[in-house]
Each structure stands twice: as C-alpha cells, then as structure tokens.
C-alpha cells in the first residue's frame, strides 16, 4: 500500500467511528443520528486528507481560517470536488467581512455586531445572504469570542433585521476540560438561551445549535447540538493549534 492510501484509510476508520459515536449519543438521548451534523475540520490538513474524507462519506468541511478557506475552495474546484459544503467557524476580521461573502454553505463564528453588520453590507453589495451563527461566549472566559447571552438578549432585535444574514442559530466553544462531563453546563446553558430568543422572536430559525468538539461532543448531542464540528479525531491532532 502506497502512504496515501493508508493515510485514506486512516481517515475512513476514525469518521467510521466518530459516526459510530455520534449515533450512540444521539440515540442516548432520544434523537436520530441523521439530526447531528458532522462538520469535519480540515484546518490545517492538505486537501488530498479532505479528498479521502470525502471519499468516505463526508461533505460538511470546516475551516478556521478565511485564507486558508479561501485557498482549499480554489484547490477543491481545480480538483472538481465541487460538492463539498464549506463551514467558516473561525474568528472575522472587521475588515475581512468582504471576503467572507463566498460560497459557504454556514458562517459558525458571528461574534459581535460589527461583523454582523458588515457582512451583511457586504453580502448586500454582492447580492448575496449568507447563512450564519451568532457565536455565544456562555462561559465568560475573556479568551474566547463571542456575545455574552445578555449582550445577545439585548441586541438579536437588530441583528435580525439585518438584510445580507440569515440567522439560523447559535455556536459556542466550551473551555476545554480534561473530564468532557465538564462541558455540560455551558451547552446546557445555550440551549436554554436558545430556547429564550425562541420565545422571544418566533418568527427566526433557531434551529441549530453548533457546540461539540473532539474532547466533548457527545455530552454536546446529549445536551441538544444539531452540528458538531470535529478535527482531531479524524485528522489528527495539530500540536496545539
Ligand atoms: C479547530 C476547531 C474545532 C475542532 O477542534 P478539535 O478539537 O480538533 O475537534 C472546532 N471548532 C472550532 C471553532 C475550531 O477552531
């Protein structure tokens, strides 16, 4: 065997498993395999890894970075794997809304109201309406991005009304925790904020909820995720990235 076709095989054996795991813990708690979205993080990994993915099943591939996005759209159409379905879940630049306007099928990380704003300028200019996220910081850590639920409580009213987005839910990262049980109360704690801008504008799509990383996403699915988005465990870890 050639080192690809072992790295393709690798790489089918952990999505095997992480969809073997992702059934156990949906039906755990009452729901469908096929109601979590596996988003698999290709950052940092060469397009021939998202290629042999893709051979194995998957479609839904996320990237942190917009560059680098950007750089594996291209390779991918020069490839004509044009069925991918990209997810930017990465930090915006204020001044990279612009390029944020792509063919993305969901932008995860909306973390405050001056990239939602200028996106949806953005997108308006292109005669585009992108899909996104409203990413929540639910455990208040000062490294992590995103609205505070108050802030969001307060401020939905006007990011809803904005033109170029279409909300469609909300995203958060849990601090990473040795013992994954950890996690529990931060996505408890996004859904139930769901829940309340629910109430609050029934006539928005609140329906997904991407939460669950490698370390914890089967407490994630438990607690309610419709998405989970997954690098290490099916490409390998990236020394600390
Ligand atoms: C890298 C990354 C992930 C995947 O993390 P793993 O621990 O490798 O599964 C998920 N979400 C975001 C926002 C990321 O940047």
Not at 77 to 97: E, N, P, Y
Not at 172 to 186: D, L, S, Y
Request: contains cysteine; hydrophobic residues 45%.
């Amino acid at each position: 065997m050639t080192e690809e076709t072992v790295r393709a095989a690798e790489i089918a054996a952990n999505l095997a498993e992480i969809r073997a795991r992702i059934a156990v813990a949906a039906q755990r708690s009452g729901r469908r395999p096929e109601d979590v979205l596996l988003v698999a993080v290709s950052k940092t990994y060469p397009i021939a890894d998202i290629a042999a993915a893709m051979a194995a099943g998957q479609r839904d591939f996320g990237e942190n970075r917009l560059e680098e996005l950007w750089s594996k759209v291209e390779q991918a159409r020069a490839l004509s794997l044009d069925i991918i379905r990209w997810h930017l879940i990465g930090t915006i630049q204020s001044r990279k809304t612009s390029d944020t306007v792509g063919p993305f099928v969901l932008i995860h990380s909306i973390d405050r109201a001056k990239i939602a704003t200028r996106l949806s300028r953005d997108a308006v200019m292109a005669g585009n309406v992108m899909r996104v996220l409203l990413e929540v910081n639910v455990s208040g850590e000062a490294s992590k991005h995103g609205f505070t639920p108050d802030e969001l409580l307060a401020q939905a009213g006007e990011l809803l009304a904005l033109p170029g987005i279409r909300v469609c839910g909300l995203m958060t990262m849990a601090p990473f925790e040795a013992e994954p049980e950890a996690t529990r109360p931060v996505f408890r704690a996004l859904c139930g904020l769901r829940e309340r801008l629910a109430d609050r504008y029934p006539a928005s799509d609140w329906g997904e909820l991407s939460m669950g990383m490698t370390n914890d996403f089967e407490v994630a699915i438990e607690e309610g995720a419709t998405i989970v988005r997954i690098g290490s465990a099916i490409f390998g870890s990236r020394n600390g990235q």
